[in-house]
């Protein structure tokens, strides 16, 4: 199995290695919610990165106002592309780290997460609209 592979499963599924946890019949309350909330982040994992991709494929050949993602010629290209997505993926990644520590900290990235999201989608509708 490839290593990159291994590493999005335990993302998405970090219970994976767990199958011998009590029954569910003996459940807390506690656990309940705290599951209902890391799933909640699972799924808002999705819009996060979609509005980011979106944003990203929205601004493509376009002229770039911030300075850290413009070209040489001021344009939206492969370097800001990488550098977009990357931050993306690390932000992911710290999310992960922050809910495997933390499990309370899930509802508020998910909130977090759904709001990026509705805000980086209303971005790529302008940029179409312009283009």
Known sequence: MKPWLLCVALL???????????????????????????????????PMVASQTL?????????????LLASSNGGFEAKALSIKLGVA??????????????????RTLARLNWTTGIVTTGFAVHNFAIK
């Open 12 to 46: 998405l599924f970090p219970d994976l290695g767990r199958a011998g946890d009590l029954p569910s019949t003996h459940r807390s309350i506690e656990d309940t919610a705290c599951g209902a909330a890391l799933k909640s982040w699972k799924i808002s994992l999705a």
């Open 89 to 106: 993926a690390t932000a992911v990644g710290v999310e992960y780290l922050i809910v495997r520590k933390h499990s309370g900290a899930a």
């Open 55 to 67: 944003d990203a494929a929205s601004s493509y050949g376009m002229r770039e106002l911030n300075p």
